[in-house]
């Protein structure tokens, strides 16, 4: 299964990865909630148009560093942001308490990842 680290991660992270444009399109839409992250990529914008619940949204750069962190609530666009590579999104409140914030490198574990819906 994948997941997700950072230093202040006390566990690793269960990660959900959507990789292809179907499932990229899709990301959280239509779901309740979430047991750990998504990871879009490539992605540089998204929006919660059609979204059931807020989310939390990390923006990484080429490196898997923040570069910001916002709360959206459903019905939003998100600026698309010409440096991110990929995003990774969770339940509103989830990133903070993962210590996901600016300048936090994340690291990946994606043996034998899930993938979201193609």
């Not at 959507?18 to 990301?27: K, T």
């Not at 939390?56 to 942001?81: I, Q, S």
């Not at 339940?91 to 308490?97: D, H, I, T």
Request: hydrophobic residues 40%; proline residues 8%.
């Amino acid at each position: 299964m994948a997941s997700f680290t950072t230093p202040l991660t006390p566990e690793p992270v269960p990660l959900e990865l959507a990789e292809s444009s179907r499932a990229r399109r899709r990301g959280l839409l239509g779901r309740d909630g979430i047991e750990g992250a998504l990871l879009l990529k490539p992605a540089s914008s998204i929006h919660t148009f059609g979204m059931r619940f807020a989310i939390d949204v990390a923006y990484l750069d080429a490196n898997a560093r923040v570069r910001t962190v916002r709360t959206m609530r459903p019905g939003r666009v998100g600026l698309p942001r010409p440096w991110v590579r990929s995003i990774l999104e969770a339940e509103a409140g989830a990133l903070e308490r993962w210590g996901v914030r600016r300048g936090v490198r994340l690291s990946f574990d994606t043996d034998d990842a899930p993938q979201a819906d193609r």
